[in-house]
């Protein structure tokens, strides 16, 4: 159901490495989902440097394991992990970390440990590169239908809705359809916590760890490019 996201996000994932100084050294994806950052992250930067792909969902590690087997590009280069972004172990001189689609799953200390994890591992050029959407304030999100794809003759759609839950976080309530000519034959309800942050709070953390924290491409991506000063 993210396909249609990625048709925009992936080419300025891209456009956002390409700006990335550092010419060499691992790259890292934390919430690497199913694996189409994956993809977009080795198409921008080919070349034979090991990509680690840090994933903590089994059910999502599962299509993202496969994604890269049956492609023999990625399977020479991507190695599957299945730590979260704050205990995943991680290499020194890191060409480029990218977390897009995960801020909001780390409560605020595990964003601030993502900040310092970067600021100690990337090479000098190197680059975190992370998505900011909103909501920035903890407030309601009406009930939205996010996703609706058609595979074969069945249909899925993706429902979402959000309530406040804490001072700084919402909880998002998901309803995953699956109908045929219509008719409902399955529903799967997911609720999670999602922590919120404005961009300034982001950058202010950002720069506690010593990252500046400058936009990369369109602004509506939410795409951002966190570099150590004069990098």
Not at 78 to 84: H, I, M, N, P
Not at 119 to 139: D, I, N
Not at 189 to 211: F, Q
């Amino acid at each position: 159901m993210i396909a249609g996201t990625w048709q925009s996000l992936g080419p300025a994932l891209a456009e956002a490495l390409q700006q990335v100084k550092a010419e060499r050294g691992p790259v890292v994806e934390v919430g690497a989902g199913t694996g189409r950052g994956i993809r977009a992250i080795c198409a921008a930067l080919p070349g034979d440097d090991p990509v680690l792909a840090v994933e903590p969902s089994s059910a999502m590690r599962a299509v993202l394991l496969a994604r890269v087997h049956d492609a023999p590009e990625l399977r020479e280069r991507v190695t599957v992990l299945a730590e979260d972004a704050v205990h995943a172990p991680l290499p020194d001189g890191l060409r480029a970390m990218v977390a897009v689609n995960v801020l909001g799953h780390l409560p605020p200390a595990e964003r601030r440990a993502l900040w310092g994890s970067a600021s100690l591992r990337l090479a000098p050029g190197g680059a975190l590169v992370v998505g900011v959407t909103p909501p920035f304030v903890p407030e309601r999100v009406p009930r939205t239908r996010m996703a609706s794809a058609a595979v074969g003759a069945l249909r899925y759609e993706g429902w979402a809705t959000a309530e406040p839950s804490g001072e700084d976080e919402i909880t998002w309530h998901m309803d995953y359809h699956v109908l045929r000519e219509g008719r409902l034959l399955s529903e799967v309800t997911v609720d999670y916590r999602w922590w919120v942050a404005s961009e300034s709070r982001l950058a202010a953390e950002a720069a506690e760890a010593g990252l500046v924290m400058r936009p990369a491409g369109k602004p509506d991506l939410g795409l951002y490019l966190l570099t150590r000063p004069g990098e």
